[in-house]
């Protein structure tokens, strides 16, 4: 049993962190760092043949402010402080006439292990945000316990991505290209947790981008790149343990999977080595889902701030790296993230009305 003090914060405070939203005519705004990556053994046949790690640190200026009761308009302006792909082993790439193709097995060692490394600005995203109910700003005639949110944006193309590689061998970050965001999340205000249920899809346009050369010539221009759309579920709970008037603590126990569809991207960045030929044309990399389990703390101060800080760890199954060559990531592939974020209630009405 929880002390009735808890259980009255729980009941009528406010809905979960996936549905949060200002009340109307006031606002909010959240500076979020966040880091994920994953670590992948690549495999030709039953031969290793490299392994790296990919890390992507973030930090995101978000705002949102709330037009009307149960619609807001939001922001989110995020820079990639640092986006690295590190080989711990690599390969050549070398051709086989036995197969008409090039391969990794048998071939020589890199060494050192090749480092790449971009960063900079991301696109920024615009949505609208609508909530058809809202367990913590109900309408006159009726008190909500189920908060709906749905939210639809769109984030703009950035100049530099991941994809460009430049003359000097320098590169952007992120995807880079234009994206059609759409999400929807529930939760509940239960006896003793806030259950929730969110849904992301991101569908990615094309993005022109030049290839290169080993040589940092350019051998293509405005090559067609269309990096993956991406769909995305969590399903979990926020459970407060500790209540002092109007400071909550709570722990936010969750599941995360995700699917992230093929993608038409430059040769020669997630192979170490690729042969000369293919850095004409664009690579297609196979499709592949991933699924993370995990755990978060909330410190709330009722309409003043929000700390949230956690981390999820997990494995994404194995797909084709480039389509041109027989290598593939093994099984599992660990993929994790971390973050952190606090978040500043505008609770003054902005407009100086209710």
């Avoid at 913590?136 to 639809?152: F, I, M, Q």
């Avoid at 940092?216 to 979990?236: E, F, H, I, N, Y």
């Avoid at 690579?283 to 993370?292: F, P, R, S």
């Avoid at 909330?298 to 003043?304: E, N, S, T």
């Amino acid at each position: 049993m929880l002390p009735l003090p808890l259980l009255a914060l729980v009941t009528t405070a406010h809905a979960a962190d996936v549905t949060a939203m200002p009340a109307p005519f006031r606002g909010l705004a959240t500076l979020e760092y966040r880091v994920e990556g994953d670590a992948a053994r690549l495999v030709e046949g039953d031969t290793q043949v490299g392994a790296r790690q990919e890390r992507l640190h973030t930090l995101a200026l978000q705002g949102a402010f709330s037009v009307w009761r149960g619609i807001s308009l939001a922001v989110d302006l995020p820079v990639a402080l640092d986006q690295r792909l590190v080989w711990s082993q690599a390969r050549e790439m070398a051709f086989d006439p036995t197969l008409g193709a090039g391969s990794m097995v048998g071939a020589a060692a890199l060494e050192p292990p090749p480092v790449e490394q971009g960063g900079g600005l991301l696109g920024p995203t615009f949505a609208l945000q609508l909530t058809p109910f809202n367990a913590e700003h109900p309408g006159k005639r009726r008190a909500d316990r189920t908060t709906w949110l749905v939210e639809a944006g769109y984030r703009l193309q950035d100049k530099s991505s991941w994809w460009q590689e430049k003359q000097d061998g320098s590169r952007g970050a992120g995807p880079g290209a234009d994206a059609v965001h759409l999400r929807t999340a529930f939760s509940t205000l239960a006896d003793t947790s806030r259950p929730y249920l969110e849904v992301a899809f991101d569908k990615a346009l094309t993005v022109p981008t030049n290839l290169r050369a080993e040589d940092g010539s350019v051998v293509s221009q405005g090559a067609q790149v269309r990096p993956a759309s991406t769909l995305d579920l969590r399903v979990g709970a926020e459970v407060p343990v500790l209540a002092r008037q109007d400071t909550e603590v709570a722990l936010d126990l969750r599941t995360r999977f995700g699917y992230r569809t093929w993608q038409d991207i430059p040769s020669g960045l997630y192979l170490a080595d690729v042969l000369a030929a293919s850095r004409e044309v664009l690579v297609t990399q196979g499709e592949a889902v991933h699924a993370l389990a995990g755990l978060g703390v909330q410190v709330r101060r009722a309409g003043l701030v929000d700390v949230l800080v956690g981390g999820d760890l997990g494995a994404q199954t194995p797909y084709r790296v480039e389509h041109p060559y027989a290598v593939r990531t093994d099984l599992p592939t660990l993929t994790w993230d971390a973050g952190l974020a606090v978040r500043v209630w505008i609770d003054d009405p902005l407009l100086g009305t209710d």
